[in-house]
C-alpha cells in the first residue's frame, strides 16, 4: 500500500515521450546518459549565470535531446525565450562551445535550437522555480502557493497541485503542505499529466516541491 510512482514514467508511450532519444549498447549506455546528464546541467548553469533575470526565473521548461552517429541535437524548451536571445545568434554558438568543451567530443556536431511556449505557468517546472524564488525572499508558503494556483488558471489548465515539504517558515518539524484546484486524475493512464520535483535551500534548510498539472484528457 502507498507505493509511489513516477507520473511521467507511468504514462510513458501513451501521452507522456522520452525527453532523450537515442540508442547505444549496453556497455555505452552509461557513458551516453551521464552525455545527456553534463549537457543538460551546463546549459542551465549558463542561462543562470548569463540571464539577468528581475523574477529569478531561468524559464526552462525542458529540455529534449536526440542523437544520430555524428549529430547531437539539443531543443530547449523555454517559457521566456528573449531572456536568451537578447544576444541573437552570439549567445546561442556561445552555449554551443560551452557545452562542447564540457563534453570533449569534437568528432560529433552539436545544434541547440530554441522553441517557445505559448502558457510558460502551465508548466510544472517554470511553476517550481516561480514559488522557490517567492520561498527565498521569505514569502509565506501557503501565500506562494495560492499565487502559483492563480498564475496557472491564467494558462488555462484543467487542474494543479502543488506540494511542499520540509521546515516549513522555519518550524522546528518538518511537515508536508499541499493545495489543489480543479482535477488532477494520477491513475487515470489517458490522462495527461505534467509532474516535477523541485528542491529550493532556504535560511531553515532544504525544500521540496512537487508540482502535478492536469493537462488534458486523451
Same mark, same amino acid.
Given at each position: 500500500m502507498g507505493q509511489k510512482i513516477n507520473p511521467l514514467g507511468f504514462r510513458l508511450g501513451t501521452t507522456q515521450s522520452h525527453h532523450s532519444l537515442w540508442f547505444a549498447q549496453p556497455k555505452n549506455y552509461s557513458e551516453s546518459l551521464q $552525455?545527456?546528464?553534463?549537457?543538460?546541467?551546463?546549459? @542551465?548553469?549558463?542561462v543562470q549565470k548569463?540571464?539577468?533575470?528581475?523574477s529569478g526565473i531561468e524559464g526552462i521548461a525542458r529540455i529534449k535531446?536526440? @542523437?544520430?552517429?555524428?549529430?547531437?541535437?539539443? +531543443? +530547449?524548451?523555454? %517559457?521566456? &525565450?528573449?531572456? *536568451? +536571445?537578447e544576444g @541573437?545568434?552570439?549567445?546561442?554558438? $556561445?552555449?554551443?562551445?560551452?557545452?562542447? #568543451?564540457?563534453?570533449?567530443?569534437?568528432?560529433?556536431?552539436?545544434?541547440?535550437?530554441?522553441?517557445?511556449?505559448?502558457?510558460?505557468? %502551465?508548466?510544472?517546472?517554470i511553476l517550481a522555480e516561480f514559488i522557490a524564488g517567492? *520561498? #527565498?525572499?521569505?514569502? &509565506?508558503v501557503r501565500a506562494a502557493m495560492k499565487k502559483a494556483?492563480? *498564475?496557472? $488558471?491564467?494558462? %488555462?489548465?484543467k487542474g494543479v497541485r502543488v506540494q511542499i515539504a520540509g521546515r516549513i517558515d522555519g518550524k522546528e518539524r518538518a511537515c508536508v503542505k499541499?493545495?489543489? $484546484? %480543479?482535477r488532477v486524475p494520477l491513475q487515470t493512464i489517458r490522462a495527461k499529466i505534467d509532474y516535477c520535483s523541485y528542491t529550493v535551500r532556504t535560511i531553515y534548510g532544504v525544500l521540496g516541491i512537487k508540482i502535478w498539472i492536469f493537462v488534458n484528457e486523451e
Amino acid at each position: 500500500m502507498g507505493q509511489k510512482i513516477n507520473p511521467l514514467g507511468f504514462r510513458l508511450g501513451t501521452t507522456q515521450s522520452h525527453h532523450s532519444l537515442w540508442f547505444a549498447q549496453p556497455k555505452n549506455y552509461s557513458e551516453s546518459l551521464q $552525455e545527456d546528464e553534463k549537457i543538460r546541467d551546463c546549459i @542551465k548553469n549558463y542561462v543562470q549565470k548569463n540571464m539577468k533575470i528581475s523574477s529569478g526565473i531561468e524559464g526552462i521548461a525542458r529540455i529534449k535531446i536526440q @542523437k544520430r552517429i555524428d549529430l547531437i541535437q539539443v +531543443i +530547449i524548451y523555454m %517559457g521566456f &525565450p528573449k531572456l *536568451l +536571445i537578447e544576444g @541573437k545568434s552570439r549567445r546561442i554558438e $556561445e552555449l554551443q562551445m560551452n557545452v562542447q #568543451k564540457k563534453l570533449n567530443c569534437m568528432n560529433k556536431k552539436l545544434n541547440i535550437a530554441i522553441t517557445r511556449i505559448a502558457n510558460p505557468y %502551465g508548466h510544472p517546472n517554470i511553476l517550481a522555480e516561480f514559488i522557490a524564488g517567492q *520561498l #527565498k525572499n521569505r514569502v &509565506p508558503v501557503r501565500a506562494a502557493m495560492k499565487k502559483a494556483i492563480e *498564475l496557472t $488558471e491564467q494558462a %488555462g489548465i484543467k487542474g494543479v497541485r502543488v506540494q511542499i515539504a520540509g521546515r516549513i517558515d522555519g518550524k522546528e518539524r518538518a511537515c508536508v503542505k499541499w493545495i489543489r $484546484e %480543479g482535477r488532477v486524475p494520477l491513475q487515470t493512464i489517458r490522462a495527461k499529466i505534467d509532474y516535477c520535483s523541485y528542491t529550493v535551500r532556504t535560511i531553515y534548510g532544504v525544500l521540496g516541491i512537487k508540482i502535478w498539472i492536469f493537462v488534458n484528457e486523451e
